[in-house]
DNA sequence: AACATATGCAACCGCGGTCCA
DNA sequence: TTGGACCGCGGTTGCATATGT
């Protein structure tokens, strides 16, 4: 059906308003309400279009529109109704008293997604992106198509690669649980430093692992996490910088923790931070709470979409590389 | 101090839904 | 039932300001 442009006809004007129009607009709409927002600016004496006297209206004019800063209770509105409504902006503004749809998907662009971004979430589905994960699982695939196609006995690094990745996951799991820590535990842009800083330590790490299983075939034995070589190789100590953190993760820390008490780099069964030759426990909101030092509470933990890296059980257990625990 | 680049946000655009003659 | 008029929504743009070099 035939829709008459609404903005371009009849050299009305366009652009940011002036005082005096915002005055003529408000007085109207104080007097009469705005009825049609058709006939409005003529009535007004505007030389505008309804549609962008209703803008300006809903969007600034309006005397219930509260300005300024979005407050963390806000950010954590926006953030929980997002990952359930998506981008429906008017929805979600129907749950903050005094935010526009239109300042809320500001904010949600300008500020919110890219903080997602920076965690390592997907900011439409709030789960951790998986596409690196999808990339290492390819050149694992490739690896073994190389040794179809070849008749190279590759096993040993494939199954070196599947390890590699499943450490790489949890590296990014830990770029996610500071993040969330570091968004729990302050407002507004502070955390922000934080997060990058922990994006920049960690996504050097991540880049060193891509390095390392992008160089196949490996020249180099491998080795187990106490430098020794073996047939049957345990991945190399890893290194994780508690810089990522806002405090030091350690036992001492983790008193209150329902785990078992570990470090950054303890390999005992129960650390999460332990090479995937082991057994991992089930995470908790509790849990991860603990492991950020407490300062990612269990409900932002959960609505935060943090998960422990998907495949770690099945992978972990599946793998002849990684023994039978089960 | 001057220029380049990044950021934030108001405003615009176009589409889909609803109302009504 | 049809189609024109209007409203509201989500995506995008463009400009002013902030920040970096």
């Given at each position: 059906m035939g829709r008459s442009p609404c903005c371009d006809e009849n050299g009305l004007k366009k652009g940011p308003w002036t005082p005096e129009e915002d005055q003529k607009l408000v007085q109207y709409v104080q007097k009469h309400?705005?009825?049609?927002?058709r006939a409005l600016p003529r009535l007004a004496g505007l030389n505008r279009c309804g549609k962008s006297c209703r803008l300006r209206w809903t969007n600034y004019l309006r005397p219930d529109i509260k300005r300024g800063r979005f407050s963390p209770e806000e950010e954590q509105i926006i953030l929980?109704?997002?990952?359930?409504?998506?981008?429906?902006?008017?929805?979600?503004?129907?749950?903050?008293?005094?935010?526009?749809?239109?300042?809320?998907?500001?904010?949600?662009?300008?500020?919110?997604?890219?903080?997602?971004i920076q965690m390592g979430f997907d900011p439409m589905t709030h789960r951790p992106r998986t596409d690196f994960f999808d990339a290492l699982q390819q050149?694992?695939?490739?690896?073994?198509?190389?040794?179809?196609?070849?008749?190279?006995?590759?096993?040993?690094?494939?199954?070196?690669?599947?390890?590699?990745?499943?450490?790489a996951e949890q590296l990014q799991y830990l770029q996610q649980l500071a993040a969330a820590a570091a968004m729990a535990g302050s407002s507004g842009t502070d955390h922000l430093s934080t997060i990058n800083?922990?994006?920049?330590?960690?996504?050097?790490l991540l880049d060193s692992q891509?390095?390392?299983?992008?160089?196949?075939p490996s020249?180099?034995?491998l080795q187990d996490i106490n430098g020794q070589t073996s047939d049957n190789p345990l991945l190399p100590e890893l290194e994780i910088p508690c810089s990522m953190f806002d405090q030091p993760i350690s036992s001492e820390t983790n008193q209150s923790s329902n785990l078992t008490g570990f470090s950054l780099g303890d390999n005992s069964p129960g650390s999460p931070f332990m090479s995937p030759n082991s057994p991992l426990p089930p995470l908790t909101d509790v849990s991860i709470g603990s492991l950020v030092g407490g300062a990612c509470s269990p409900s932002i933990c959960g609505n935060s979409g943090i998960n422990p890296p998907s495949f770690w059980p099945d992978m972990l257990f599946d793998d002849p590389f990684m023994g039978d625990f089960a």
């Amino acid at each position: 059906m035939g829709r008459s442009p609404c903005c371009d006809e009849n050299g009305l004007k366009k652009g940011p308003w002036t005082p005096e129009e915002d005055q003529k607009l408000v007085q109207y709409v104080q007097k009469h309400g705005h009825g049609s927002w058709r006939a409005l600016p003529r009535l007004a004496g505007l030389n505008r279009c309804g549609k962008s006297c209703r803008l300006r209206w809903t969007n600034y004019l309006r005397p219930d529109i509260k300005r300024g800063r979005f407050s963390p209770e806000e950010e954590q509105i926006i953030l929980n109704l997002h990952s359930v409504l998506g981008n429906k902006w008017s929805a979600i503004a129907s749950h903050l008293p005094g935010r526009t749809d239109n300042e809320i998907k500001n904010f949600w662009n300008t500020h919110l997604k890219k903080r997602l971004i920076q965690m390592g979430f997907d900011p439409m589905t709030h789960r951790p992106r998986t596409d690196f994960f999808d990339a290492l699982q390819q050149l694992i695939a490739l690896a073994k198509l190389g040794e179809l196609i070849g008749g190279r006995p590759l096993d040993d690094h494939a199954a070196r690669l599947q390890a590699e990745a499943a450490q790489a996951e949890q590296l990014q799991y830990l770029q996610q649980l500071a993040a969330a820590a570091a968004m729990a535990g302050s407002s507004g842009t502070d955390h922000l430093s934080t997060i990058n800083g922990a994006d920049l330590e960690t996504n050097s790490l991540l880049d060193s692992q891509m390095s390392s299983l992008l160089s196949f075939p490996s020249p180099t034995p491998l080795q187990d996490i106490n430098g020794q070589t073996s047939d049957n190789p345990l991945l190399p100590e890893l290194e994780i910088p508690c810089s990522m953190f806002d405090q030091p993760i350690s036992s001492e820390t983790n008193q209150s923790s329902n785990l078992t008490g570990f470090s950054l780099g303890d390999n005992s069964p129960g650390s999460p931070f332990m090479s995937p030759n082991s057994p991992l426990p089930p995470l908790t909101d509790v849990s991860i709470g603990s492991l950020v030092g407490g300062a990612c509470s269990p409900s932002i933990c959960g609505n935060s979409g943090i998960n422990p890296p998907s495949f770690w059980p099945d992978m972990l257990f599946d793998d002849p590389f990684m023994g039978d625990f089960a």
